[in-house]
């Protein structure tokens, strides 16, 4: 009974996938057996990679796209959407991620960028693409390459919040302000942000971003998921916060209803109880900026 | 009579749907707690994963009422994995997930692959009007044996069963919200 072909790989299709994603969180896994935990605390996607961001951080050296036998074998472990990363700019991994059938690509800051003057054309994949930002200029440019979903940067593998909550409310501030705009203001802006007109008109008519937007980067604790999720963004992705803590499966889930119940302080409440040590968090203030992750491809 | 439109707010695309129910003049409310199922007379099951959905269903005891609730007549809409939570059978999903388990109907879920195999199409659905809907279809299920008093309401051109109800209960595969279809929603609202 259809009347005409059926189209994959549109902007409808890709921004669709994140649109049911909302409300949820997106976990770092590294084996199968952490899907199948994060799976079952009530995830909603997993995030398949070799090394979580502390470890990157730890170890240095060149962080690269994961192992392709790893996210297969993920892939077949758990029934919700895997995504994986590719460095940015890494056009390549992106192509054998789409050749595996990965559900998202994230290109991810937290890899060592490949290219540090081009961001990956997403435009030209069917799989659909999720980029970090800071500020409205880095997202819209990321949404300008194809990007069908957004996240904060925060600083990731800190389990510190404050990157994330400082870039959420820059996004935010950013939007309003360009909302007030007149037309010549918001062609100046769209100049200054090195993005078509048409998208900076778009968002300053609709007072947000064209696609989903989560938040990354330090979560670290039912609470700080759930500040997040006050503060207005659609969902959570926890890196090292959940597998580098103490109870990862009881983390998990109580940073899921966190997630859920964002407005309800007695339900934060009771899940954020005996939860076992989170993460060691560092200063990011101390923080050499060659060490900064959020710093990478803007 | 209150006439409110509540919808499962535990994960998923809630904000489309009510920005659609609100065009057509519904009043909705966002159902996370079994206090909220009081002041709803109708309730919509959005996209989502319905693995994290099912598990919060069960946690918030949300599970019961809605099951008692639909047996006295409450219209109830599934969309996409909320159709996964209706269907009293589910193939190829995670051993023991827990779902609502209403309808007379198996839901298999990621029928069509995975993202990659995601797709917006055409389709005819008679029940709710002449005009073909463009719906979205994201890592969708599928409906199979349709038990009787199961009425088939739109099918893909193979035959592969993307809408069914049974009286008070609908399911679809597909998102009409994500598309901006109004059709299905007006049809749910007169159940």
Redesign the interface.
């Known amino acids: 009974m259809a009347e005409k072909k059926p189209s994959k790989s549109t902007f409808t299709v890709k921004s669709g996938l994140a649109r049911m994603l909302k409300g949820g969180v997106i976990m770092d896994v590294v084996t199968v057996e952490h899907a199948k935990i994060a799976e079952d605390a009530g995830a909603v996607a997993v995030m398949a990679l070799e090394r979580v961001p502390s470890d990157i951080r730890k170890q240095g050296g060149v962080a690269r796209m994961s192992d392709p036998k790893l996210i297969k074998q993920i892939m077949k472990a758990v029934t919700i959407p895997v995504m994986a990363k590719a460095r940015i700019g890494h056009f390549v991994e992106a192509q054998i991620l789409e050749a595996i059938g990965v559900d998202y690509i994230d290109e991810s800051e937290v890899l060592t960028p490949a290219d540090e003057e081009h961001h990956i054309s997403k435009h030209n994949f069917n799989v659909p693409f999720v980029c970090g930002c800071r500020n409205l200029g880095e997202a819209l440019r990321r949404i300008n390459e194809g990007a069908a979903m957004i996240r904060t940067k925060g600083e990731a593998g800190t389990g510190n919040v404050v990157e994330a909550v400082r870039q959420t409310h820059a996004v935010f501030r950013e939007i309003k302000q360009l909302s007030e705009m007149n037309d010549s203001q918001i062609k100046k802006a769209a100049k200054e942000m090195r993005i078509p007109y048409e998208l900076a008109k778009q968002v300053a008519r609709e007072g947000k971003l064209p696609v989903v937007n989560f938040s990354a980067g330090g979560i670290a604790t039912p609470a700080d998921a759930a500040l997040m999720m006050q503060i207005g963004v659609e969902g959570v992705f926890v890196g090292s916060g959940i597998f580098k803590s103490q109870n990862p499966a009881k983390r998990a889930k109580a940073i899921v209803e966190a997630t859920t119940h964002f407005n309800n302080p007695d339900i934060i409440a009771k899940v954020s109880e005996g939860l076992g040590e989170p993460m060691t968090g560092l200063d990011v203030r101390s923080m050499p900026e060659a060490e900064r992750m959020a710093s990478r491809g803007i | 009579m209150k006439n409110v439109v509540g919808v499962l ?8 749907h009510r920005v659609i129910l609100e065009r057509l003049g519904a009043a909705t409310r966002e159902v ?2 079994p206090k909220d199922l009081v002041e709803i007379d109708r309730l919509i099951i959005p ?3 319905s ?2 959905i099912g ?2 269903l069960v ?1 918030y005891e949300l599970l019961e009422p809605i099951k008692r609730l639909s047996k006295k007549g409450m219209p109830l809409w599934g969309t ?2 909320g159709a996964i939570l209706m269907a009293k059978h589910v193939a ?3 051993p023991g997930q827990p779902t609502l388990a209403l309808m007379d109907i198996t839901a298999r ?2 029928a069509f ?12 659905v008679p029940a709710v009007g002449k005009k ?1 809907l463009s719906v ?4 969708a299920p599928l409906f199979e044996n349709p038990g009787k008093g199961v009425d088939v309401l ?4 193979n035959g592969d069963i993307v809408a069914a109800r049974q009286g008070n209960l609908l399911i679809t595969s597909f ?1 009409p919200e ?2 901006g279809e109004t059709a299905i929603h007006k049809y749910f609202l007169s159940l």
């Open positions: 707010a535990l994960q998923g695309d809630v904000s489309e996370r707690l996209g989502g994963e693995t994290t598990k919060l946690m996409c994995a190829d999903g995670r879920r990621n692959g995975r993202q990659l195999d995601s797709f917006v199409a055409d389709i005819a073909t979205a279809f994201i890592r739109a099918t893909l051109p998102h994500i598309t």
